[in-house]
């Protein structure tokens, strides 16, 4: 998935759920989003892992697809290459 982190978006990858140091889940489910506060480990390419609520890593994905599911990803550049004819 990728995930907006300050100016930039990042691809991540959910590794785990947060424990704390007695080894126990941070946060508690909830059949309602909005009341649900699961903390998860996220892992970046650059090799950094985060803490990220649930519900902020659900919405990151909900606004990476369409209404029928399909994942669509923002391009910065397209280069087009070229041949050159002899």
């Known amino acids: 998935m990728c995930i907006a982190v300050y100016d930039n978006i990042q691809s991540a990858k959910v590794i785990r759920r947060t424990k704390d140091a007695k080894g126990t889940l941070i946060g508690k489910y909830h059949k309602l989003a909005y009341l649900d506060t699961q903390v998860c480990d996220v892992a970046f390419s650059n090799g950094g892992i985060e803490q990220y609520s649930e519900n902020l890593i659900v919405e990151s994905i909900y606004s990476q697809v369409d209404d029928e599911g399909h ?16």
């Open 71 to 86: 994942r669509y990803q923002l391009l910065d550049d397209i280069i087009v290459p070229y041949a050159q004819t002899i």
